[in-house]
C-alpha cells in the first residue's frame, strides 16, 4: 500500500539552528514526491517538488531512493519558517492522486 | 486573478442534516479533488474528479457524496451518514495527467456539527 510517514509530530529548534523534516515513503511504483507549507490562517501551499530540483526559500530536499526517503533541509533556520510542513506522494496509478504525511509543525524559536 | 474559491469559510450542521460545501475553480484545471484535514492525521482524500460527469470515491468516501457537472465546480456534500463530520475541509485542483504539476488548494471550510 501507498504511504507517506513523517515521524515527527512537532518539531522545534531555535533561530539559525540547521532543520530536517523527515518523511518515509512506500511505493512500488516511480515516485513522485511533494512538500507543502501551511503558514498560521494562510492556505496550503506547495513548497517544493523532487522533479524541479529547486530551492525555495533557502529549503531543499533530496529523493533517496534507497532509502526511501525525501527530508526537507534548511541549513539556517528562521522565524518565518514556523509553519505545518506536509510530505505528500502522487499515485502514478490513479492520476495525480496525492497521499500525504500526517503533518510535522516546525517551531523556531528566538 | 486565478484560483479556487471554497466557501463558506464557516458552517455549523445540526446532527441529521446534510450540508453542501462549495468549491470553484478558474484555473481551467480538469481534476478536482475533496480532502478533509485532520489534527494528526494529515489529508485524506474524499472523493476525486479528473473529467468532468466523472468522480472516484477516495479513502474515506463514506458519508460523503459529489457531483461534477461542470469542469469549474466540485461540490461536496457532507450526508447525516458520516459519523464524525466535525473537520476542516481542503478542495485541490490540477491539471490532468500532470503528476509533477502538485495541486492549487483552496482556502478550506471548517465545518462543527452542533
Known amino acids: 500500500a501507498q504511504r507517506v510517514t513523517q515521524p515527527e509530530k512537532l518539531l522545534s529548534v531555535f533561530k539559525g539552528a540547521p532543520v530536517e523534516l523527515k518523511c518515509n515513503y512506500s511505493?512500488?511504483?516511480?515516485?513522485?514526491l511533494f512538500w507543502y507549507v501551511q503558514y498560521s490562517r494562510q492556505r496550503l501551499q506547495l513548497l517544493l517538488r523532487h522533479i524541479s530540483r529547486e530551492s525555495i526559500k533557502g529549503f531543499t530536499a533530496d529523493l533517496n531512493k534507497g532509502e526511501t526517503s525525501f527530508h526537507l533541509k534548511k541549513p539556517f533556520a528562521q522565524e518565518e519558517d514556523s509553519a505545518m510542513y506536509y510530505c505528500?506522494?502522487?499515485?502514478?496509478?490513479?492520476?495525480?492522486?496525492?497521499?500525504f504525511g500526517a503533518g510535522t509543525i516546525l517551531r523556531v524559536k528566538s | 486573478d486565478g484560483g479556487i474559491t471554497q466557501s463558506p469559510k464557516y458552517l455549523f450542521r445540526k446532527e441529521g442534516q446534510n450540508v453542501t460545501l462549495s468549491c470553484e475553480q478558474n484555473l481551467n484545471h480538469d481534476a478536482m479533488y475533496w480532502y478533509r484535514q485532520d489534527p494528526g492525521q494529515g489529508l485524506r482524500l474524499i472523493y476525486y474528479?479528473?473529467?468532468?460527469?466523472?468522480?472516484q470515491k477516495g479513502d474515506i468516501a463514506e458519508g460523503y457524496s459529489v457531483s461534477r457537472e461542470k469542469k469549474e465546480s466540485f461540490p461536496l456534500t457532507v450526508t447525516s451518514a458520516q459519523k464524525n463530520p466535525t473537520a476542516f475541509y481542503l478542495c485541490?485542483?490540477?491539471?490532468?495527467?500532470?503528476?509533477?504539476?502538485?495541486?492549487?488548494f483552496g482556502s478550506g471550510t471548517r465545518l462543527t456539527v452542533v
Open positions: 505528500a506522494l502522487s499515485i502514478m496509478e490513479y492520476g495525480n492522486k496525492l497521499v
Open positions: 485541490a485542483s490540477s491539471p490532468q495527467g500532470a503528476r509533477g504539476y502538485g495541486y492549487t
Open positions: 474528479s479528473q473529467i468532468v460527469n466523472d468522480f
Open positions: 511505493y512500488s511504483g516511480s515516485p513522485e
